[in-house]
Structure formats: structure tokens, C-alpha cells
């Protein structure tokens, strides 16, 4: 890696580590720069502004995100394994990056028309879309989940996420029994 992706990786993980514990709306460019120990020129060379730096913090480090959406790939016959797939490779992904999985869950539920929103919505849709369209597969092999894709997906990121959120706050534990235990509770509201 040479010094100037060095910089740019250094603004990256600085805004996300900022991000994650103010809020995007919270953090100056000023602040920004401060933490990374460059210039705001320089900021504004690798991202062109602060909602710049923020598409760039969301596409790259929300790519394992996206990846770990798609772990249930195939199982859509076997429900149980399909969750647990996907549910592990989240978890995973947000313990490997917690700065960007606070932000991720922040981001969420940014009021509609912020910047912020606006720069993760994108990664939110897909996402969600990604959710949508195993339970849409499941729905194949399963004739009473039919018809209900968008409320599953909705509903099994809203229980991880919950869950996730509470865990990098320190009141939660997420082991793996506990993992196995939510999708259990989960799964008896689709066959249900």
C-alpha cells in the first residue's frame, strides 16, 4: 500500500470510528480531518466532501455486509439452515466492524431526506433486497410463507439488528445458543 492509500484508509477508518459514536450529523470536516491527521484539501481530494466520505465508508466497508446477506444462498428449501447461515455471517461481519455496524444501524433510521439517508439507501435497499428475494425462494418450497417475502426480510433484519445493536452497546450477549434461540422464535412465526 502506498502513502496515499495509506491516507485515504486512515480518513476511512477515522470517520467510521466518528461516525459510529457521534453520528454522522454530529462530526465537522474539521473534526474529521483533526482525528486523521491530514488536511482538509486532502479530504476533499479523496472524497470530494463529507457525504462523499460517507458513500465511500458505506460501499466499501458495507460490502461484507452485503456479502453476509447473501451466506443463506441456495438453502432456500431448508429455512432453518438458510437463517442460520445468514443470521451467523451478520453477526460476524458486525463483529468484525463495529464502528461501521453502529453506523450501519444509525443509519437505518436516519430521518428520510438526510444526507445520510440519502447516502445509504442504496446499501440499505440492497440489503434488504438481498433478504427479500431468499425468502422469496423459500416461499417456492414453503406455500404458507407465500405472498409474505418483504414482511420476512423486514422483520428477520429488524430482530438481528435489534439484537446486534444491543450487543455492541455492551447489555446483550449474542452467543451462539442465543443465535440459534432467536431464529427458532423467529421460524415459528413463519410456519406459523
Do not use: C
Not at 466497508?61 to 453476509?68: D, H, P, V, W
Not at 445468514?86 to 463483529?95: D, H, Q, T, Y
Amino acid at each position: 500500500m502506498d502513502e496515499a492509500e495509506s491516507t485515504r484508509d486512515l480518513i476511512l477508518a477515522n470517520a467510521a470510528r466518528l461516525f459510529a459514536a457521534r453520528g454522522y450529523d454530529a462530526v465537522s470536516v474539521g473534526e474529521l480531518v483533526e482525528a486523521a491527521g491530514v488536511t482538509k484539501p486532502s479530504l476533499y481530494h479523496w472524497f470530494g466532501s463529507k457525504r462523499g466520505l460517507l458513500d465511500a465508508l458505506v460501499g466499501e466497508r458495507g460490502a461484507a455486509f452485503l456479502s453476509a446477506a447473501d451466506a443463506g444462498a441456495g438453502t432456500e428449501a431448508d429455512v432453518p439452515r438458510g437463517l442460520e447461515l445468514i443470521a451467523f455471517a451478520l453477526v460476524r461481519a458486525s463483529r468484525a466492524d463495529p464502528d461501521f455496524a453502529r453506523l450501519r444501524l444509525a443509519l437505518s433510521w436516519a430521518p428520510p431526506a438526510s444526507e445520510a439517508a440519502l447516502s445509504a439507501h442504496g446499501f440499505n435497499s440492497t440489503l434488504r433486497g438481498t433478504l427479500e428475494a431468499w425468502f422469496r425462494g423459500a416461499e417456492r418450497h414453503h406455500g404458507n410463507m407465500r405472498g409474505r417475502s418483504r414482511a420476512f426480510a423486514l422483520s428477520f433484519l429488524g430482530v438481528l439488528d435489534a439484537r446486534v445493536g444491543l450487543e455492541l452497546a455492551g447489555e446483550a450477549s449474542l452467543g451462539d445458543h442465543e443465535l440459534r434461540e432467536l431464529i427458532r422464535q423467529f421460524m415459528h412465526g413463519i410456519f406459523s
